[in-house]
């Protein structure tokens, strides 16, 4: 198999990009790096193109892979011929190899096996051939009662040998495994039933009791919640299309017109026929069935997931600004820290607002504002974020002092992480919460970065799909994130420089620690002499890696160092120095780029050199804006149908969006409720952290649902 033409076909690309993304990867290159500064050789692929040959390299590697451990087998066992190892060689699907594979696949003792064994092939063979023949007559031949190895003591027992020949050679057919197949695929319905007994503790899955639906056309949510019942054994489940239109479509391969048959032999095929399908084709089938619709769903869930982390992690950040933060709660009181305006912990407290300590809650807030300057507070959303809230805006707080509701999602994570301990040794998970709460704030993907992605409660059934797959997407886009963003290399932790293209764990840490030794960096160049930072790591990582005081002003940008070259000579024709042409958008949009161009530089790099003078090291994500809960709702029996109140959105999935209003209960937003129009996906309206404005449709306080809708309409 050619693999490279096989992806060029199945992905609409030249062989000349999946050549080039390929030995980039083999090169150690990385998917940021390749998408960002390799453009020329990619033909300006994204991100996202670049990670689909990445992956369906890898499948086509192991499909390869699965060929050769075939083709040894079969050579070691004395089975291969000419034939089977040109089929195995063509075979295109890994379906299709093992449906190849099927007939000679090593097995347990069979029912056929045995049947062999006793002498009747001869038989089994006779009745596929499917003559005008005494059937009786002829299966005589084989009784044979008093011969110990191969005892046949009856016509009937030798007819049932040779059904079970039968049988195993329909399983085997790869023409009735792809035809039964393509019909589980077009026809077959997913049906779930409750196990006898079940019903109470099964309560949550009773939805699908008595269920059934097209399988392949089942919403993934819906196909992820039966197989987790299913898994908890609460749920019996099965895909099945009709018995008689699988048994139809297997018959008109192997049966021949009812003129050219004797009616008995025709009857002995169809038996064998119906045995194979009923004992071992639509048994195996359907385990690939729903192998399938849980790789579906799966993808989808994790796309999902996927789509839902990006914009969590791409959230406007409030910036540099000092920061009071509050981790709220009622019986404990609430921790407070102050942070300057780079995230480092300058004091913690702990205030009693929500009883009688409320006055000296005001006094200790309002010191600690006034001697630390702080430019705004955030408050963590969890239990007494509201009243917290209230609170603290009812003082009287300098203007300007921007108060803020923050997700705290995976605090908790990360207070009780290894992360949170060597960060803040000498501090208990309260002050690490609140200080992860303050830093959400001023910088999301700075801090989310330190948390399990898992843990941060942006997904749909994250827990029941392929955790490898869903780890390396998720592992994507936080590295697509970070890189996209750009990171400081001053003043980022090890953990978020660990997400840097090129870098590791190990390289993120020696950062840390030479920065710490020696100063801040000065230049890019300085980088190398981390240990252990190469010129490979450097070549990755030093695009992304920003140097906002540095000695050279590109070192703040996202120009590649290998690139500065050309940028001093565009400065040389202007005749100005490099400083001038940065922000100068006029005079750098001027720039004729054609005269740039080289065989190893094009426009697409030249183009982002000029993008990126006129601003450099520019944050992707939007401006932050503030956002305020309706002050006259708090908890959820304030809430009455028809009222309109704003959100945020927390969590985005295939059937809808849950809304944070503020009464510590999201609310969901269905599908069917998210436009005036008809939705397909829900990421078409709505994404995480959006702002919205949504109407109270029902609200069930015993059950803690809340029904919403962002209809504009009454509807």
């Known amino acids: 198999m050619n693999i490279l033409k096989t992806i060029c076909q199945e992905l609409g690309l030249t062989e000349k990009q999946v050549d080039a993304v390929t030995t980039l990867l083999d090169q150690g290159s990385t998917i940021p790096f390749i998408a960002r500064y390799r453009k020329e050789m990619t033909g300006s692929l994204d991100e996202v193109v670049i990670a689909d040959i990445r992956d369906r390299v890898q499948t086509l590697k192991d499909l390869t892979a699965r060929k050769e451990s075939i083709l040894k087998s079969l050579t070691e066992r004395e089975l291969l011929t000419t034939e089977l190892n040109a089929a195995v060689t063509r075979a295109v699907s890994m379906t299709e190899l093992e449906d190849l594979y099927e007939k000679y696949r090593p097995k347990k003792r069979t029912r056929a096996q045995a049947a062999r064994e006793k002498g009747l092939a001869p038989l089994a063979n006779f009745l596929l051939a499917q003559k005008q023949q005494d059937l009786n007559a002829e299966a005589q031949k084989f009784v044979c009662p008093h011969k110990s190895d191969k005892e046949v003591a009856s016509v009937e027992e030798a007819l049932a040998g040779a059904r079970d020949i039968i049988a195993e050679m329909v399983n085997e057919d790869p023409k009735a495994r792809a035809a039964v197949r393509d019909l589980f695929l077009a026809k077959g319905n997913i049906i779930s039933r409750v196990k006898k007994g079940k019903e109470e503790e099964g309560s949550k899955f009773q939805d699908y009791f008595d269920w059934s639906e097209p399988a392949f056309k089942t919403p993934s949510h819906r196909v992820l919640a039966i197989l987790r019942g299913s898994n908890e054994s609460i749920l019996r489940v099965h895909v099945l299309p009709e018995e008689e239109i699988a048994l139809t479509l297997v018959e008109r391969l192997f049966l021949r017109h009812p003129s050219k048959t004797h009616p008995d032999i025709r009857d002995q095929v169809k038996l064998s026929i119906k045995d194979a399908y009923k004992r071992l084709l639509s048994k195996s089938i359907e385990k690939e069935s729903l192998a399938l619709l849980k790789l579906g769903a799966d993808d989808q869930a994790i796309a999902v997931f996927v789509t839902n982390l990006r914009e969590l992690l791409l959230s406007a950040p409030l910036g540099e600004k000092r920061v009071l933060a509050i981790d709220p709660g009622f019986r404990t009181g609430c921790k407070v820290v102050c942070l300057d305006s780079q995230g480092k912990l300058l004091h913690h407290d702990v205030i009693f607002p929500h009883d009688k300590g409320r006055v000296r809650a005001v006094e200790i807030i309002a010191n600690l504002v006034k001697k630390y300057k702080i430019e705004a507070v955030a408050i963590g959303n969890g239990t007494a974020g509201r009243e917290t809230q209230s609170f603290v805006k009812e003082m009287d707080l300098p203007p300007g ?55 941060i409660g942006v997904g749909q059934y994250q827990h029941d799909v392929d955790q490898k797959l869903l780890k390396n997407g998720l592992d994507d886009v936080v590295k697509s994130c970070v890189n996209q963003v750009g990171v400081e290399a001053n003043t980022a932790s090890k953990d978020l420089l660990a997400q840097v293209s090129g870098l590791n764990p190990t390289i993120a840490a020696n950062m840390v620690a030479y920065r710490n030794e020696h100063g801040a960096f000065t230049t890019r160049r300085s980088f190398l002499k981390v240990p252990r930072l190469g010129p490979k790591a450097f070549e990755q990582a030093a695009g ?68 990126e003078l006129a601003a450099p090291g520019r944050d992707p994500r939007q401006a932050f804006v503030s956002f305020s809960f309706d002050d006259t709702i708090h908890k959820i029996t304030d809430l009455v149908p028809g009222m309109r109140v704003p959100g945020i959105v927390t969590n985005v999935t295939a059937f809808g969006a849950f809304v944070d209003i503020g009464v510590h209960q999201d609310g969901l937003v269905h599908i069917s409720q998210l436009a005036d129009r008809y939705v397909k996906d829900p990421s078409e309206i709505v994404s995480v952290r959006q702002q919205v404005r949504v109407r109270v449709l029902e609200v069930d306080v015993k059950r803690k649902r809340i029904s919403l809708s962002m209809k504009q309409g009454g509807a």
């Open 544 to 611: 992304f890696l920003r140097i906002q005081n540095g000695k050279n002003p590109l070192d703040k940008s996202g120009i590649h160092p290998e690139s500065y070259d050309i940028v001093a000579k565009m400065a040389k024709r202007e005749g100005c120095k490099i400083e001038e042409l940065i922000h100068n958008t006029q005079r750098v949009q001027a720039i004729d780029l054609s005269s740039y161009v080289t065989p190893f530089v094009g426009l697409p790099t030249l183009t982002d050199i000029i993008n």
């Open 401 to 455: 002092v921007e108060v803020v509701m923050v997700d705290e999602s995976g605090a908790s994570i990360y207070s009780a992480s290894a992360i949170a301990r060597e960060e803040f040794p000498d501090h208990d998970i309260t002050v690490r919460g609140a200080v992860s709460i303050g830093r959400r704030l001023m910088d999301p993907l700075a801090e989310l970065v330190k948390i399990d992605p898992k843990s």
